[in-house]
């Protein structure tokens, strides 16, 4: 009995210095917001803005964010036991700002407008002028205009009609880019335009008004002259600008720097800033969002080894200690390199069965979250029409609901920086309103689109610098590179001419590949 008492006593003892030591160890760890421990990783969270509010950030140099931090978190809301509470959606969303468009650009792109415009004013308004100022100036002593010379004021309206239009078409555009140096072939065609009206202006200055000739009729056709000139210079820039580069002539390869992704693409015969506008304009809707947070994984591992590295010397302080510490490093450093295949394809392995995992349960919370929806439309039907319950108020009802396993695959896969609050939400009442499915929901997120899709990137993303050895105004030739260069990455471009082709023809008899098939009585088929 004694030795029961004893031992029952030792036992309790035992258990409490073990809650002891526990609430001593708790007291001592970090806790996360909501009270649950968390690991001794560097997170930082950023401030909510008005409204949304941002994701949790992690800046570079420390390890990055814990993927489970909310998996034993719950928070009860009107529409789901697994939900977000309104104050975790505060800090789910991604506030993106960049600074504005700068006043100089604007002005760059402008400018080229601005003076089409004056030039274009100054060609439909001379041929007009051609024929008021003999009616202004000798109007008395004109000869009468006859039947033929009012025909030629007709053909002049319609030309003048048919000019316009089709210089409002090729010439009148919203530019789309600053290019570093002027363009040559508009730059060419403005200046054959000004000389056009330089040389007509000092004909007509010279031998009607210093004479002051009384042939209206030839006036009006000299008039006339001038506009079927200027129609030909118009043809001439069409072909200049436009049909010229349509036939493919090169073979552009485009590789981004970062994580090597290419593609290919045929382009006709253009200089080398305009061939650099062409590939950012498609490199902005074929090659996939920028990743940055992908690239570093190696980076950080190898870091983050050395890091840990911990060198003692057992015979003491040295003169050449630091330098023995770092030989010792970097042959730790050499055998962690033999080892360290090893080590990425378990961590690829383990991100891969996670990721797996995070989307099983995004799938099925969207799912969840889309009966909801189908469940709530069906009872709207039955109320009055006043009552409808509106796609994005619906799309705030169902997000909690799915928010938490959506932040969280976002994060696995970190995606997060390209997604916001405000976007996802305008997503799924974009898919409510069109009675879409969750899988179409989901395409967005589980598969990744072009960059134009995001808008991640902001206005600083549109500034890039072209580098070249060779003036960006040259034609494109076989072998030129370039590089277009970006804040984050570069686009290196290379150059190939397309093969000359030689076709044959090899000409085939009809009746060549016929056959007669003879058949015989004692032939069985």
Excluded at 288 to 306: D, E, F, G, I, Q
Excluded at 335 to 362: C, G, I, Q
Excluded at 498 to 509: D, F, G, I, R, W
Aim: hydrophobic share 40%.
């Amino acid at each position: 009995m004694d030795t029961e008492s004893v031992h029952s006593g030792h036992s309790h003892h035992s258990r409490g210095s073990n809650r002891h030591s526990e609430r001593s160890r708790d007291r001592h760890k970090p806790r996360s917001r909501d009270g649950s421990n968390r690991s001794d990783r560097n997170v930082t969270t950023g401030t909510p803005s008005a409204g949304t509010g941002a994701l949790d950030q992690t800046p570079a140099g420390t390890d990055p964010q814990d993927d489970n931090w909310a998996e034993t978190t719950t928070a009860v809301t009107g529409t789901s036991d697994h939900s977000l509470s309104q104050e975790d959606l505060a800090g789910f969303a991604k506030v993106i700002e960049g600074p504005g468009p700068l006043g100089r650009g604007r002005l760059a792109r402008l400018l080229p407008l601005g003076l089409t415009l004056l030039l274009g004013l100054l060609v439909l308004l001379t041929p007009l002028a051609f024929l008021a100022l003999p009616q202004l100036l000798w109007a008395d002593r004109l000869q009468a205009c006859g039947t033929a010379c009012e025909g030629l004021f007709l053909s002049l309206a319609f030309k003048l009609l048919v000019l316009l239009l089709a210089g409002w078409a090729l010439f009148v555009r919203r530019p789309r880019a600053a290019l570093p140096r002027l363009a040559v072939f508009r730059a060419l065609l403005a200046l054959l335009t000004l000389l056009l009206l330089l040389s007509y202006w000092l004909f007509f200055g010279v031998r009607i008004l210093d004479s002051q000739d009384v042939n209206y009729q030839g006036i009006v056709q000299f008039a006339v002259s001038l506009v079927d000139t200027l129609l030909f210079t118009h043809y001439l820039a069409v072909v200049l600008l436009e049909v010229r580069q349509l036939q493919s002539c090169f073979s552009l390869c485009v590789i981004r720097s970062t994580d090597g992704e290419t593609r290919h693409y045929n382009l006709g015969q253009l200089s080398i800033q305009r061939a650099a506008l062409v590939v950012l304009e498609r490199y902005y809707s074929d090659f996939s969002v920028h990743n940055s947070a992908l690239l570093t994984a190696a980076k950080s591992r190898t870091a983050k080894y050395l890091a840990d590295l911990k060198v003692y010397s057992v015979d003491g302080p040295s003169s050449d200690g630091a330098a023995s510490q770092s030989r010792a490093k970097m042959a730790a450093a050499a055998r962690h390199r033999d080892t360290s295949h090893n080590e990425l394809y378990y961590e690829e392995a383990d991100h891969e069965r996670r990721v797996r995992k995070r989307r099983a349960r995004l799938v099925v919370a969207v799912e969840e979250a889309f009966t909801h929806v189908r469940r709530l439309q069906e009872e709207e039907k039955k109320k009055p029409p006043g009552d409808v319950l509106d796609p994005r108020e619906a799309a705030q009802a169902v997000f909690p609901s799915m928010a938490r396993a959506l932040q969280k695959y976002l994060r696995t896969t970190r995606q997060q920086h390209c997604h916001s609050m405000e976007s996802i939400q305008q997503h799924l009442a974009f898919c409510i309103t069109h009675s879409m499915t969750p899988k179409a929901f989901l395409e967005s997120y589980l598969n990744p689109g072009p960059t134009l899709q995001y808008g991640c990137g902001g206005p600083q993303a549109l500034q890039w610098t072209l580098v070249c050895e060779a003036s960006v105004t040259s034609p494109l030739r076989d072998g030129t590179e370039f590089q277009l260069r970006n804040a984050d990455f570069s686009l290196v471009v290379s150059t190939k001419a397309l093969p000359s082709l030689k076709l044959t023809e090899e000409y085939v008899h009809p009746k060549s590949h016929k056959f007669v098939l003879l058949l015989q009585s004692e032939t069985s088929i």
